[in-house]
Every structure is written in structure tokens, then in C-alpha cells.
């Protein structure tokens, strides 16, 4: 749960967030993560509808970010990529809704982006991908 500022630091041993862990949790603005975090899985709606303000870095271990994992927030409004980060897929409306503006740079490592994933973002501007690439997409 977030301390009474609203931040959470992800340790660096925790190798993914369960699905809905910090659903609707409006007191959480922000979440880092350790140096030499292993995490690997973001579950299906872990921060759905949270109160997550600004930027959030994932780490470069992270492989998944399930379905609706950032839907709805509306404050979020920039998400990076760690420097060599795994990334295969981002799940079904993940980031729907959310605040996100801009553009967004994927890493080279994506290999499936599911069905509206950036739907209702009326500020993103551009998606890009590292190398220029996306091997497949989940049209499902």
C-alpha cells in the first residue's frame, strides 16, 4: 500500500504485481522501482483507475503488462522503458484511458500489443517503436 505520501518503491525482488493490486487506490501517485528490480509481470488491472500522477520508468526485466493494467489513469501521463528492457507484450486496453501525452517510444523487444492498449488516449500524439519494428500484433 502506498505510504502517507502516496509513493510505493516496488523491491527489487518482487518478480510481479498480482492483477488489481492497487485497483482504484486514489491515495497512490506514485510507484519506482528498486535498482536491480526483477520484475517480470505487471498483472491484468494492478493500477486500473489508480490516482498514479506524472511518469512512471518500468524496469528493463518486465515482460508483461497485463490487460487494463493502467486503464484509466488519467494522470498518468508519460511511460519510459528501462535501457535494454524484455518487453514482449502489452495486454488488451492497458493503458486505455489513461492520461498518457505525447508520444511513446516501445522497446525492439515487443512482440504483442493487444486489442485498444492505447485506446482513448486523445493526447498521445505518436507511438514509435525502438528499431522501427513490431513483429506481431493480437488483433483478438
Excluded at 8 to 36: D, N, R
Excluded at 55 to 71: K, Q, V
Excluded at 74 to 86: A, K
Aim: charged residues 5%; proline residues 4%; glycine residues 14%.
Amino acid at each position: 500500500t502506498p505510504d502517507g505520501g502516496g509513493n510505493v518503491v516496488i523491491p527489487a525482488s518482487t518478480t510481479s504485481i498480482p492483477p488489481m493490486t492497487f485497483y482504484g487506490c486514489s491515495s497512490l501517485t506514485s510507484v519506482s522501482f528498486e535498482s536491480g528490480s526483477q520484475l517480470t509481470a505487471i498483472g491484468d488491472a494492478a493500477f486500473h483507475s489508480s490516482g498514479l500522477i506524472g511518469n512512471i520508468t518500468l524496469p528493463a526485466s518486465l515482460t508483461i503488462i497485463g490487460m487494463e493494467a493502467f486503464y484509466g489513469c488519467s494522470n498518468l501521463i508519460s511511460v519510459g522503458f528501462e535501457s535494454g528492457s524484455q518487453l514482449t507484450t502489452i495486454g488488451s486496453s492497458a493503458f486505455d484511458s489513461s492520461g498518457l501525452t505525447g508520444s511513446i517510444t516501445l522497446p525492439a523487444s515487443l512482440t504483442s500489443i493487444g486489442h485498444m492498449a492505447f485506446d482513448g488516449c486523445s493526447s498521445l500524439t505518436s507511438v514509435s517503436f525502438e528499431n522501427g519494428s513490431l513483429k506481431t500484433t493480437n488483433q483478438g
